[in-house]
């Protein structure tokens, strides 16, 4: 099975900082990549797919980029609607496998 | 517009069968390319998919659950069922159904989740 890394657990920014996520996997997934968006009590919302293109209606300080085994999330300039829990999914094998979350919260 | 929404018991005993029915629009179940999701999430943890079943009854199941798990659809009734054998207390979190697009017309795409129920708990104890 793929694992999937995500690093930070937990990330403390201020509003307008930038913010940048990763998720390793341990195996090769070429772009197979989705990064989701989750508020508590909400089911997760899809940001990014095939790792860097933004899906419909997600606002553009939105980003992601890598292939192979190591990508990010980059958020260009924190707004109040950001404060989440981010988490990749790889979806190159029929595991599907998630990362464990990283929590962006308020400094 | 597609919808998914998530319906099953909220209390189950341990040994039990889960039963959990996600009831769709927007889309046919049976159109060329279509899947539908099982994901779930126990309390404060992560995200794990469980199944997947596709537009002609491909069936995908996560390998570390693939032996309590069977997806079945209605296409008539709009409707993917998820049944899960012998629960137990770690069995325990919100599920969730989704909808996997399909960009590039394949048959049988794999891609995120872009359509989600808002979810169900399911608690397991006795």
């Known amino acids: 099975d793929i694992q999937m890394t995500q690093s930070p657990s937990t990330v403390s920014a201020s509003l307008g900082d930038r913010v940048t996520i990763t998720c390793r996997a341990s195996?090769?997934?070429?772009?197979?990549l989705a990064w989701y968006q989750q508020k508590p009590g909400k089911a997760p919302k899809l940001l990014i797919y095939?790792?860097?293109h933004l899906e419909s209606g997600v606002p553009s300080r939105f980003s992601g980029s890598g292939s192979g085994t190591e990508f990010t999330l980059t958020i260009r300039s924190l707004q109040p609607d950001d404060f989440a829990t981010y988490y990749c999914?790889?979806?190159?094998?029929?595991?599907?496998?998630f990362g464990q979350g990283t929590k962006v919260e308020i400094k | 517009q597609i919808t998914l929404k998530e319906s099953g018991p909220m209390l189950v005993k341990p040994t039990q069968t889960l039963t959990l029915t996600c009831t769709v629009s927007?889309?046919?179940?049976?159109?060329?390319?279509?899947?539908v999701g099982w994901i779930r999430q126990p309390p404060g943890k992560a995200l794990e998919w469980l199944a997947l079943?596709?537009?002609?009854?491909?069936?995908r199941y996560n390998p570390s659950l693939k032996n309590r798990l069977i997806i079945t659809k209605d296409t008539s009734k709009n409707q993917v069922v998820l049944t899960m054998t012998n629960v137990d207390p770690v069995d325990t979190a919100t599920y969730f159904c989704?909808?996997?697009?399909?960009?590039?017309?394949?048959?049988?795409?794999?891609?995120?989740?872009?359509?989600w129920g808002q979810g169900t708990l399911v608690t397991v104890s006795s």
């Open positions: 095939w790792a860097s």
């Open positions: 927007g889309f046919s179940l049976s159109s060329t390319g279509v899947s």
């Open positions: 079943i596709y537009w002609d009854d491909d069936e």
């Open positions: 999914q790889e979806y190159k094998t029929f595991s599907l496998t």
């Open positions: 989704a909808h996997q697009p399909n960009r590039f017309n394949w048959n049988r795409p794999l891609d995120g989740f872009d359509y």
């Open positions: 195996q090769s997934i070429s772009s197979w």
